[in-house]
């Protein structure tokens, strides 16, 4: 109790999310059962660190979770509170375990839905499956959370329809200036 | 009470539900107050059944019921008892009475708003009213429920959109392969 | 309390609604701290006025009101009281106190997904942050609520995407006939 350390944890903290200017904090969830399981190699996750790194993004963390909602939301929630961009790969379908939107759901205050409906649209100029991803875009606290979907291609091409207006949406969500 | 009528139509229920790979159950369902006092034909049910009849769907079950959200929402539970995919058609306006979508919400544990969206997207292309439809499409356990307008012609164009995106969609709410 | 005041009061409101068959009465709100405080001249809600006039609407009422989410919801409350159509100017973004949506949302019974989605397919054509807006379109008795962004330019061009829309709404909202 005496100890230092909180503060210290604390200090760290804010040395990890100090950044260049330029250069935005970023974390990548990949949501799997058999990736979480070991029974598969990630593809996704890395392909997804591949495209933020060359946008300027520094990826701080990589994580792996199962299909299960309550370890999507407590992941999300521990990754916003360091990283300004939190992308998810995987469980953006139908099935009965995508949960990854509804995960993401309950931990945002407000839901972009421009950004999902041009995920879509683009999504869908290359097939018109990309209409069934349910993937969303949430805002928590200062920081964007993004589904994109679980194959390293979907993940890759959702990601780079977008990520010029996820990099525009995080300067407005810092600048706060035209309210205050 | 000693009788055999519960296992029987248990197993009547397993028959009608018991179909080729390639024909999949579905129901149609008309939500319209006039049609429902028999005031009015219902021309809209036939054409879509008419269309999902070509689309290698097999109509199972027609019903009419009144714009009212408990009468719908109760009948779509009951169809998707034995349909994997349940259209309804009429409600999906924004007059006061136009309650299919929020009935259909009710009993859906997810929403795909990708369908929706491509719905609405279409029908522009041939009307811009087309943006007032409210209709949605979601999961409901194995089954799809869409609801498509009240117009014979405005349902037939809605459905015919995304028919074949449905039977993608189907094709994954049966397999789960993904994530086992 | 033995005084008329309620009943002229009412009798007065009925006058202000009343208005010829083509003209429909407005109202517009605008949603901004800096102007609630007298700090920033509203120039949105006057560009918002502007095309209202134009489309043959009648606006009866404009309004200022901070960012806050009880604020603008009772505004949307006593505007739709006499008002067909409340267009509301700011609050769509992703800032922290951009919450017009989520205060709309609040005092609708329901939303007009099509009409946000074309406004945000309209001005992505000039610009791709126009994603970025969060304005919805709801009913409220048989009034339209459509939010718009806070900048002249985007709350005008909106505006213009979906009006002759929002009239074609507003006389199936009035009408009623499909379902009587």
Known sequence: MSSSTPNLRAENREQRTDHPTNILPAAVLTVSDSCAKGENTDLSGPAVVDVLTRHKFSVMTTKIVPDDTLAISNAIVLLTDEARLVVTTGGTGIAQRDVTPEATRMVCTRI???????????????????????????????????????????????LEAVIDLLAHALQLLAGNTRHN
Chains 1, 2, 3 share one sequence.
Do not use: Q
Not at 130 to 147: D, P, Q, W, Y
């Open 112 to 158: 972009v839905e421009g950004i999902a409906e041009h995920m879509r649209a683009e999504g869908m100029k290359k097939t018109p499956l990309a209409a069934l991803s349910r993937g969303i875009c949430g805002v928590r606290e200062k920081s964007l959370v993004l589904n994109v979907p679980g194959s390293p291609k979907g993940a890759v091409e959702s």
